[in-house]
């Protein structure tokens, strides 16, 4: 484990000094900038009630769509290169000859990817200082904080995944279909089967709930850190972590 | 220093590596000789941990390339083929990132940076891009980096390959120099280079080893070129009866014109012996010459009887494959 470190830097400054990472990054920072813009708005406007998933702060991030549609997007083009490309240019063959272990490869590279994930979560915590200091909106804190460690664990699981698909493959458009896919399925998809199942009045309806994204997200955007879904993205996460490494290793078997 | 029994390298079905065994001994330079798509990178490939043996085993500076792979990574360094390098970093902050993925420890680092810049003739491109370098510059970025960490072992595939002849000159150059304090595997498909480089060669051929002998014996071994005018069976039969010969082969046959290449027994010198023969016979004798055979012949010929063989063991499979 002591060289992660040194894979770390190597990732992230490998993120850095391309174009796709600024381009989402500054994606993700225009998002930001037009949810604020109209969540100031909505706030300005008088004597409206807000309660539950109306709440104003709730629709600044995790009831977004252009939130969700940039997610869509963010995941595959920060995760798809990680091992893909090191594959397509034969630099996983020196990484893989150089006294490292696979485990150090992998979680390095999951490291660098959630550091990105993070530093795209960014921009949407910056405007909320001004919001309470400046405009003297006195939201509740405690939800702004427990959405923040939710949207994190489940970036951990999204990078997790991508991760996994940039293994198995040489090709970086082949990962990111595979990516975008799984991903759409867990927002898109999920919160559609949901609309269905409760149409239907189905008893599978909580079942898919309960592993669809948006619901999670707008459950830890009211303040309830639910500890059944931290624990699935944590456990996801580590599954996908523990199959990258799989295929790393059984690469060597040719 | 490195010990290889039977290994073997299968590809889905196909036997890229077929039980190839060779010692190589402390400071030893040896190449690996054989056409493309004959298993020569599979078995660095095997030597270097990156890919794992099907059967057989490699001991590497003592340590088995199945049983403690990080070991044996901490004692190679290894040049891939085409030197695959990341694009965006520069040479040193590379050669930097290497030294701390190979343990070296971070007292020693910089000395060790240093000196491979230094050896490699990298100083002036310390600060150049990776991605902007020439072919020549990333070969021997390559080759620094496998040595950086000072490793007992190298291994370089095709360290040559691209290269034009003055870079080509240097990088031999810098690999005689290595050889003084490492012990060198080296693969090329190029003959000369192993007859300016290696002190002994394995020459690989459809994943089996086909030849591996010393450099300076196989030069010793020569032919006897004989070039007659006159009928080529007779005179053939003339040549074979000579005392002292071991074989006599047709090489070409124009007219009434053969040339012949005779093998002595004990690498003796026939050649007045021979002509003394073939004017005895009242045969115009037009070429008289003794040659050392080059690895290129034996390259060629190894190649062939290898086909040849292959050919034969389809063709009639014995019992024990049978089975």
């Known amino acids: ?254 | 220093m490195i010990e290889v029994e039977r290994l073997s390298k299968l590809y889905h079905s196909a036997r890229a590596v077929d039980r190839v065994s060779f010692g190589v001994g402390r400071g030893e330079i040896v190449g690996l000789l054989g056409p493309n798509g004959a298993g020569k990178t599979t078995t660095m490939r095997m030597l270097t941990t990156f890919l794992a043996p099907t059967s057989g085993r490699a001991v590497l500076s003592g340590h088995d390339v199945l049983d403690e792979p990080l070991e044996v990574r901490k004692k190679v360094g290894y040049l891939p083929e085409n030197v695959p390098l990341y694009p965006e970093m520069r040479v040193r902050e590379y050669l930097n990132y290497r030294s701390r993925l190979k343990d070296v420890p971070r007292s020693r680092r910089r000395a060790a940076v240093d000196g491979v810049l230094e050896r490699c003739k990298l100083v002036d491109v310390e600060s150049r891009v990776l991605g902007h370098l020439s072919k020549g510059y990333r070969q021997r970025v390559g080759l620094a980096e496998a040595m950086v960490h000072d490793p007992d072992i190298l291994v370089l595939d095709e360290p040559t390959a691209g290269l034009d002849p003055m870079q080509i000159r240097e990088v031999r150059a810098l690999i005689r120099e290595l050889g003084e304090r490492h012990t060198i595997v080296l693969s090329t498909h190029i003959m000369s280079e192993v007859e300016a480089v290696c002190g002994r060669v394995i020459m690989i051929v459809k994943g089996k080893v086909a030849l591996d002998d010393r450099l300076d014996h196989l030069q010793t071994q020569s032919a006897i070129i004989i070039e007659a005018r006159g009928p080529a069976p007779a005179i053939r039969k003339a040549l074979e009866a000579t005392p002292g010969v071991k074989r006599v082969g047709l090489t070409d046959h124009q007219g009434d014109v053969a040339r012949f290449e005779v093998q002595a027994l004990d690498d003796a010198d026939l050649r007045e012996d021979l002509a003394r023969r073939v004017v005895q016979n009242g045969w115009a004798l037009r070429v008289l010459d003794l040659r050392r055979s080059s690895l290129e012949e034996r390259f060629v010929r190894a190649v062939r009887d290898a086909s040849i063989a292959r050919d034969a063991e389809s063709e009639y499979p014995t019992g024990t494959e049978a089975a």
């Not at chain 1, 595959?76 to 490292?100: D, F, H, N, Q, Y």
């Open chain 1, 1 to 254: 484990m002591r060289h992660i470190p040194t894979l770390l830097r190597r990732e992230l400054a490998s993120y850095f000094l391309g174009p796709m990472a600024l381009l989402v990054v500054l994606a993700f920072q225009a998002i930001a900038l037009l949810n604020f813009w109209e969540l100031v708005e909505s706030l300005a406007r008088n004597n409206v009630g807000y309660s539950g998933l109306r709440d104003p702060l709730n629709t600044y991030i995790s009831g977004s769509p252009p939130f969700w549609i940039g997610m869509l997007v963010a995941i595959p083009a920060l995760t798809m290169r990680l091992v893909a490309e090191e594959r397509r240019s034969g630099t996983i063959e020196p990484l893989l000859t150089a006294p490292v272990t696979e485990v150090e490869v992998v979680v390095s590279k999951w490291l660098a990817g959630v550091g990105m994930y993070l530093v795209l979560l960014v921009p949407f915590a910056l405007y909320l200082p001004f919001l309470y200091y400046q405009g003297h909106y006195n939201f509740d804190v405690g939800p702004v904080v427990s959405l923040g460690i939710g949207l994190s664990t489940m970036g951990m699981m999204f990078v997790a995944i991508g991760l996994f698909f940039s293994s198995l493959t040489r090709n970086q458009i082949v990962a990111a279909v595979l990516t975008f896919a799984t991903v759409f399925m867990m927002i898109v998809l999920s919160s559609a089967g949901y609309a269905y199942a409760t149409y239907r009045r189905a008893a599978w309806a909580e079942a898919i709930q309960f592993v669809s994204i948006l619901h999670q997200a707008s459950t830890f955007g009211t303040g309830q850190l639910d500890l059944r879904f931290l624990s699935l993205h944590l456990s996801v996460a580590v599954l996908m972590l523990y199959l990258t490494v799989k295929v790393l290793e059984y690469r060597r078997e040719g």
